[in-house]
């Protein structure tokens, strides 16, 4: 119902930056929150950060002052800057939306995931 299209993982030194997008498309109404997540081989997802259309945003501890969630409503599209990677960082990122459809119904997908890499 709701289609994700990330982009902007990558390789990065320790201290660089990346920032990751996820566009959003589908028959969408409005919506509620895009998040965040991330997941290291042999650990659970973790959520890092999300937002709500009213751009209340959530961090977890581990990336606070470090990364910056944002959100283009007009686009569907959320934007994740990451900023003093550490190698601990090195994960799949994911892209969840929560949303709720032109039909009536409510949705909640994820995106593919985006590698991110931070290594010197």
């Known amino acids: 119902q709701v289609q994700l299209v990330e982009s902007g993982g990558g390789l990065v030194q320790p201290g660089g930056s990346l920032r990751l997008s996820c566009a959003a498309s589908?028959?969408?109404?409005?919506?509620?929150?895009m998040g965040w997540y991330r997941q290291a081989p042999g650990k659970q997802r973790e959520l890092v950060a999300s937002?709500?259309?009213?751009?209340?945003?959530n961090y977890a501890d581990f990336v606070k002052g470090r990364f910056t969630i944002s959100r283009d409503n007009a686009k569907n599209t959320a934007y994740l800057q990451m900023n003093d990677l550490k190698p601990e960082d090195t994960a799949v990122y994911y892209c969840?939306?929560?949303?709720?459809?032109?039909?009536?119904?409510?949705?909640?997908?994820w995106g593919q995931g985006t590698q991110v890499t931070v290594s010197s």
């Open positions: 937002i709500t259309r009213r751009d209340v945003t």
């Open positions: 969840n939306v929560q949303a709720a459809l032109i039909s009536g119904e409510t949705d909640d997908s």
């Open positions: 589908g028959m969408i109404f409005s919506i509620y929150v």
